[in-house]
C-alpha cells in the first residue's frame, strides 16, 4: 500500500512534508515553514469560513510544524472547533491537535471540556474513546476537576463497551497520577479490583496498572485484589500457549499481562491464605521451570517475553525475602545469563543479581559468582554492563572477599571511563574502610587510590583517612611511613600531597628518628611540591609547616625563612599572605608551651556515619547504598571507628582549629554547619590583634570557639547576599541617598559582640569592618576599622552613626568624619566616643555610603553597643547574693527564658562567656554546682542599675533556664533577650 | 513509561509521546540529550541504560530509533517489546512501514499509539484489537468522505 493512500490523505499537507523534505537547508525550511504559517493564518482570519476539511488540513500542517520543533502560537481555537464536528477524522485532528499543544493552563480549557463532555456522553464508543484518549494525553488538574468523578463510573458500568473500559481505567490513572485528591474510588473500590476478573484480556490488561497505581497508595482498601492476582496469575502460567489466541505473544501467553500481575503483587506482602499462598509459590515455580525449557522460537521476542516474565517472578522472589528455595534457584538462572550471548540479559542478570545479594538467603549462592563478575568487569565492552558489574562486586563484598574485590576494582580504575569513575572511586574508599582488618592495608588502598584515579578523588575521601588516622593511634606511624614514601613519587597528585602534608604535620615525629625522613629531609620534601600546588594545598601545607616548627624545634629557623620570604608573606593570596603572617608571628613570639598547646596533636574525630558514605548516597539516591550496608553494620558493628565515647577535647580542638583554620576546620565535623571553603580574605593588622588574643590561654581559646573563627566563617556567609543588595540597590532605582534599611542580619552580627568587644563586625566581598572597644564607668570607646578588600579606589566614603527613637535620650555617641576616599587596599581608622546616659534597649546605627566602580553602596549595621557593655562586676558573698535576690522580688523586677542549647554547653566556653559579659561570675554561691551566678551594677550617667543573674543549664536535655533579676525591670528584659542568644 | 521518542539515524525526531508533564523547553532538551547519547552507543552494546533517574529502553529497526523512558521499577525486557509490539502494528497497518510512512502520515502514527498505549500504559496488547479500531475508525472516515467523492 502506497503511503499515502491510506485513510483519507490529506493532499496539501502531504505536498507541504514534500517540501520541507526538500528544503536543501535549515535557512530554506524556515522560509517555507514561515510561508506556510503566513498562508493559514490568513486563511483562518480570512471572512470566508472555511469548510471541515481545509480546517483540519492547515490544524495538521501547524501541528507537523510545531512538531518539527517550531513554536506555534493560533490555530488553537480552530482545533477545538473541530472537535464538535460531526465527522470522525475532523474530530479526530482537533484531539490530535490539544493533546499535543494545549497545556494545562489554556483559557481554552473550558471550551474544550465542553467538547469532551458532549463526547462522552454520544453513547458513541468511538467518540467516547477518543474524548478518553484527550484527557489521558492532557491530564491536567483542570480536565481532573471536570471529569474525574464521571470516569469510575463509565469504567465500571455493565453496558460499557470493552474498549471504553480499557481508555476509561487508563484515563483514571493519568489523572490520579496528577490529582490523587480529585479521584475518590471510595463506592467503585471493590467493583475496580474485580475487573482482574474480567473476560476481556485486554480490560483486564488496562485496568491492572489502574489498580496497581492505586494499591501503591492504599494497599488496605485494595488487599483483595492479592488472590484475584494469583488465581488470574495461575490461569495464565498453566495455559498452553494458544489458549489466549491473539494475546499469546510469540508462543508466550499473556507476557505483559503476566509482568503487570506479578508487579501488582510486588505491593503486597506474601499472601497470608496458604492456599494463595501455595497456588503462587506453584507459578512462580513453574515460570522458574520454563525458563529452562527448551525455547519454542528461536526469535528473539520469545526469549524477552519468557524472561520479562521471569525477571519480574524474580523480583518479586526477592520482594518476599522469605522462600530460600526460590532465592536459590533465581540466583543459579541469573548465573546462567551472567554468560549469555545477549548482552541485555548479561545487563540485567547482574542488575538482578545485586538485589538478590542483599537477602541473606543469597548473598552466598550470589558470591559463588565472583569470578564471572570480574571477568565481566574487564571484558564487557558495554561500558553500561561494566557498571553493572562493578555494582555486584560492591553489593557481594563482605570481609571474606573484600581483599580481592577492591584490587579488581583498584586495577579496573586504572582503566575506567571517566563516566563512572567518581562513583568508583567512593565505592573503593567505602569497601577499604568497611572490610578494613588492618588499617595498614586501609591506607595502602586509599593511597593507592590517590595515585591511579587522583582527580576523581573527592575531598570527602581525603578527608575521611585523616580522620581514620587520626583516630587511630596503631596506624599513625605507618601512615606517616606511607605518605613520606608516596610523596618521594616526582609527579604526585596534589591529593596525595594534603594528605601527606597533613599526616606528616600530624605523625611525622613517628619517623623522624629514621634519618632517611628526618623532620628537615621531611620539611624538603613536603616544601619541594609547595609550587606546584593550588592556594588551598599551600594554605594546608603552611599549616604543616607551622605544625613542624612544634614537633621539631630544629626546623624553626628553616621554615621561618619560608615564611618570612616575600612570595609568602607578601604572597598576593590574601589567605596565604595571612597564614605566613600569623603563623610567622606566632612561632616567634609565642613560647614554647603556648605553642605546644596552640599546635598540640588533633584531638580524634567525632564517631559519624562516613562522610564518603553520605556522599554516594547523594549521588545514587537512597536505594544505592545497598542493603547490606545495613545488614554489615548490624552484623559487626562499625568496627573502623569503633568507640564512639572520645569525645574532642573541645579547648584543645579549639586551639588546634584556631592554628589551622578553615580548609581542616570542614574535617573537624564539629562545625558542620559552617560554610566550606576558603576564609573571607581579610587584610590589616587587625586579625594579627584578634590572634594574639585567641592564642594563648585556654579559657580564651574557647571563647573564640565560639567567636573567633565564626568570625572568620561568618562573613563569608552574608558577603553573597550583601553583594547582591548593594547592586540591587544600583540598577534598580537611582542611588538613594537614604541611608539603607539594616542589614537583615544586623541583630545576628550584634549578638557576637555582647559577649566580647573586638573582632570582625562586618565582611562583604568589598569591605571588611573590624571593631575593637573598651569601656570604663558609663563612659565608652570604639574603634571602628574600615578595610578597603578591592584594588579600586572607593570614593564618597561616609560614615553616619545615629541613635533611631528613644535612643537619643539614652545614649550619646559622638564621632568625626572619616576621609573621603579609601584607597584599595588600605584600612582607614575612625573613633566613636559612647556615652550611656541612661539605661537602653536598642543598638545606634552606623550607615556606611560609598561609591565604588560608580556603583553606590549604602548599607546600615547595627553597633555592637549593649547595655551588658557598662556592666561594673561586682564580687559578693552567697549571704549576700540571696539576700539581694529576695530583696528584688517583685515580679516585674524578673526575666526569665527557658530555651534549647545552641552552643556548646562546656563549662570552660560558659564562663568565658559570662566574664565576657561583663559581670562578676560567683563562685560557691548557688548550692547547685552545676549552675552559675553573676552579679553586676550597669553605670549609666542618671542612676545605677544593680543585677543578678543565674543560669542553670541541663545538660541533658540540652536547655537552659536563665533568670534575671535588676532593679530596673526594662535592664532585667533586655539583658535576658540579650543573653538567651549567647549560649 | 514517562514518554517515547522515534527519531532517525540523522537525529531527527519523527514522533514523540509524552505521559508525563513537561515544559516544552524541557522535552526539546530531554530529546536532544537522549538522541545524541542514543546515537553515540555502538551497534551490539546493550539496549538499557540509566539516565538521570530513568531507565532508557531503546532499539533500532533499519533506519529509525525507537526509544522508551521507563521507571526504576519496570520491567525493560517488556518494554523492549512493547516498542516491537508497536513496530509490529505499524507495519501491518502501512504494510511493510518504513521512516517515511511514518512522516508523510504521522497523525495515524500517532493514533495507533493511542490505541496501543494510553497514559504510558499499555491498553490493548492484541494486535488484532488495535488494528480493528483503528480500521473501524477509517471506516468512518471513509463513509464520511464518500459523498464528497460521488456527488
Known sequence: MPAVSKGDGMRGLAVFISDIRNCKSKEAEIKRINKELANIRSKFKGDKALDGYSKKKYVCKLLFIFLLGHDIDFGHMEAVNLLSSNKYTEKQIGYLFISVLVNSNSELIRLINNAIKNDLSSRNPTFMCLALHCIANVGSREMAEAFASEIPRILVAGDTMDSVKQSAALCLLRLYKTSPDLVLMGEWTSRVVHLLNDQHMGVVTAAIS???????????????????????????????????????????????????????LQCYPPPEDGAVKGRLVECLETILNKAQEPPKSKKVQHSNAKNAILFEAISLIIHYDSEPNLLVRACNQLGQFLQHRETNLRYLALESMCTLASSEFSHEAVKTHIETVINALKTERDVSVRQRAADLLYAMCDRSNAKQIVAEMLSYLETADYSIREEMVLKVAILAEKYAVDYSWYVDTILNLIRIAGDYVSEEVWYRVIQIVINRDDVQGYAAKTVFEALQAPACHENMVKVGGYILGEFGNLIAGDPRSSPLVQFNLLHSKFHLCSVPTRALLLSAYIKFINLFPETKATIQEVLRCDSQIRNSDVELQQRAVEYLKLSSIASTDVLATVLEEMPPFPERESSILAKLKKKKGPGAVSVTELED??????????????GPDTAAMAASNASTPSPSADLLGIRSAAPVGAPPASTGSLLVDVFSEAGPAAPS???????????????????DS????????SDSAPPSEDPAPPLSEADELLNKFVCKNNGVLFENQLLQIGIKSEYRQNLGRMYLFYG?????????????????????????VQ???????????????????????????DAPLLNIKFRYGGALQNLTLKLPVTINKFFQPTEMSSHDFFQRWKQLSQPQQEAQKIFKANHSMDTEVLKAKLLGLGTALLDNVDPNPENYVCAGVIQTKSQQVGCLLRLEPNAQAQMYRLTLRCSKDSVSRRLCELLAQQF | MQFMLLFSRQGKLRLQKWYVPLSDKERKKISRDLVQTILARKPKMCSFLEWRDLKIVYKRYASLYFCC????????????????????????????????????NFEKAYFILDEFLLGGEAQETSKKNVLKAIEQADLLQEVSQTPKIFT
Open chain 1, 788 to 812: 578597603n578588600k578591592t584594588s579600586v579606589q572607593f570614593a564618597s566614603f561616609t560614615t553616619t552613626v545615629s541613635c533611631p527613637g528613644d535612643l537619643q535620650s539614652q545614649l550619646n
Open chain 1, 210 to 264: 489502574l489498580i496497581t497505581c492505586l494499591s501503591q497508595k492504599n494497599p488496605d482498601e485494595f488487599k483483595t485484589c492479592v488472590s484475584l492476582a494469583v488465581s488470574r496469575l495461575s490461569r495464565i502460567v498453566s495455559s498452553a500457549s494458544t489458549d489466549l489466541q491473539d494475546y499469546t505473544y510469540y508462543f508466550v501467553p499473556a507476557p505483559w499481562l503476566s509482568c503487570k500481575l506479578l508487579r501488582l
Open chain 1, 722 to 729: 550583601l553583594l547582591v543588595e548593594g547592586s540591587g540597590d
Open chain 2, 69 to 104: 523512558a521507563v521507571e526504576d521499577q519496570d520491567n525493560e525486557l517488556i518494554t523492549l517489546e512493547i516498542i516491537h509490539r508497536y513496530v509490529e502494528l505499524l507495519d501491518k497497518y502501512f504494510g511493510s512501514v518504513c521512516e517515511l510512512d511514518i512522516i508523510f
Open chain 1, 815 to 841: 564621632t568625626k568624619p572619616v576621609e573621603p576616599l579609601v584607597e584599595g587596599g588600605a584600612q582607614i581608622q575612625q573613633v566613636l566616643n559612647i556615652e550611656c546616659l541612661t539605661d537602653f534597649s
Open chain 1, 633 to 646: 553494620n548490624k552484623r559487626e558493628g562499625g568496627e573502623l571507628n569503633g568507640g564512639g565515647d572520645r
Open chain 1, 701 to 719: 581559646a574557647a571563647v573564640n570557639d565560639d567567636g573567633f573563627l565564626r568570625d572568620l566563617e561568618q562573613p563569608t556567609e552574608t558577603s
